[in-house]
């Protein structure tokens, strides 16, 4: 099946540096990859879609310039927490869109397992 | 616009009775819709989706949904719930019609807790 893995899987950092997270679709391309943070028990909310080759497409009140993402192929996206401070620690997922051209161009989101980011 | 409710934060089951996760969507075409589960600290799991045909869906782990489209509901179920079940669920829908966002949007989220 698809299969997307994260990396680190938790990180603890100190207050003012940046943090990368790497999220990886291991056994299809995808064009497209999503962000998103989530707070304890609490639904996903998307930060930002991350598209091949192209800059970034942000949510409302996400600041792109704090949290910097890479789509640099069809496998890999990056999120970067930059100088990153307590408020920021959260639970990171990325997924990772799925096309099925042999399905009406149906899609399907396959999940990372999450990256717990904890700034100190 | 596309929007999804999970009316339940919460839901209490014995192990081995049957379980029910409600879920009812508005969408302006026909929807796309999704169920995810969460285990603590992990990232979400794809159960099952809905987009055409069949309005009974069978999915991963025993689990199915069936599609309503006169309540708006594609409710979750299981025959016979495991202590294992117990997680965090999630619905989404899409909105089909042309133009319309490739986004889904998900639901705020179910806590399914079986009890032994």
């Known amino acids: 099946g698809a299969v997307v893995s994260q990396h680190p899987s938790r990180v603890i950092c100190k207050s003012g540096t940046s943090v990368k997270i790497e999220c990886r679709s291991l056994?299809?391309?995808?064009?497209?990859m999503f962000w998103y943070r989530q707070f304890p028990k609490q639904s996903l909310m998307l930060m930002a879609t991350?598209?091949?080759?192209?800059?970034?497409?942000?949510e409302q009140g996400v600041e792109k310039d704090k949290f910097l993402i890479n789509h640099a192929s069809l496998t890999l996206s990056t999120l970067t927490v930059t100088s990153a401070h307590p408020e920021d620690s959260s639970f990171y997922i990325c997924?990772?869109?799925?096309?099925?051209?042999?399905?009406?161009?149906?899609?399907?989101?396959?999940f990372g397992p999450g990256t717990r980011l904890t700034v100190l | 616009a596309q929007s999804v409710a999970q009316p339940e934060d919460q839901v209490n089951v014995a192990e081995g009775n049957p379980l029910t996760v409600k879920c009812t969507y508005s969408?302006?075409?026909?929807?796309?819709l999704f169920w995810y589960v969460q285990y603590p600290n992990r990232g979400l799991q794809f159960l099952l989706k809905?987009?055409?045909?069949?309005?009974l869906v069978k999915g991963s782990y025993g689990f199915e949904a069936e599609f309503n489209k006169s309540q708006t509901s594609f409710h979750l179920k299981k025959p016979s719930a495991l202590v294992s079940d117990s997680a965090l669920y999630f619905c989404?829908?899409?909105?089909?019609?042309?133009?319309?966002?490739?986004?889904?949007?998900f639901g705020r989220g179910t806590s399914l807790i079986v009890h032994p």
């Open positions: 997924s990772a869109r799925l096309t099925n051209s042999l399905a009406g161009g149906t899609d399907t989101q396959y």
């Open positions: 056994d299809f391309q995808a064009t497209t």
């Open positions: 991350s598209n091949e080759g192209s800059k970034a497409t942000y």
């Open positions: 969408v302006s075409g026909n929807p796309y």
């Open positions: 809905y987009i055409t045909g069949d309005n």
């Open positions: 989404a829908v899409r909105d089909m019609r042309a133009g319309g966002s490739y986004i889904p949007t």
